[in-house]
Nanobody, 113 residues
């Protein structure tokens, strides 16, 4: 079983919202920092947001105030709520636990103008 599985991507108009989910096969989010990354076509993968096991949260400047990272420890699930989406947010989004080199398979987010 894959350690991380993302769901929730899709096509949305600019200004819309999506919520991504990342289900873990175990309680890894309780013991290590989890993060969301994204990769646009022709671009390098970039970090978007992170949450430590203690709950400290950080965001890439361009998503501050629009994206919210959270987790539900009872469900072993990480979330990324994305509001006020822009065409430049279009990318494949990945969840990760970098400490263990866990990556999900990615989920496509497309924002139309």
């Amino acid at each position: 079983q894959a350690p991380l599985v993302e769901t929730g991507g899709g096509l949305v108009q600019a200004g819309g919202s999506l919520r991504l989910s990342c289900a873990a096969s175990g309680s890894v989010f309780k013991i290590a920092t989890a993060a969301w990354f994204r990769q646009a076509p022709g671009m390098e993968r970039e970090w978007v947001a992170a949450i430590t096991n203690g709950g400290y949260i950080t965001y890439k400047d361009s998503v501050k105030g629009r994206f919210t990272i959270s987790r539900d420890d009872a469900k072993n699930t990480l979330y990324l709520q994305m509001n006020s989406l822009k065409p430049e947010d279009t990318a494949v989004y990945y969840c990760s636990v970098p400490r263990y080199e866990y990556w999900g398979q990615g989920t496509q987010v497309t924002v139309s103008s």
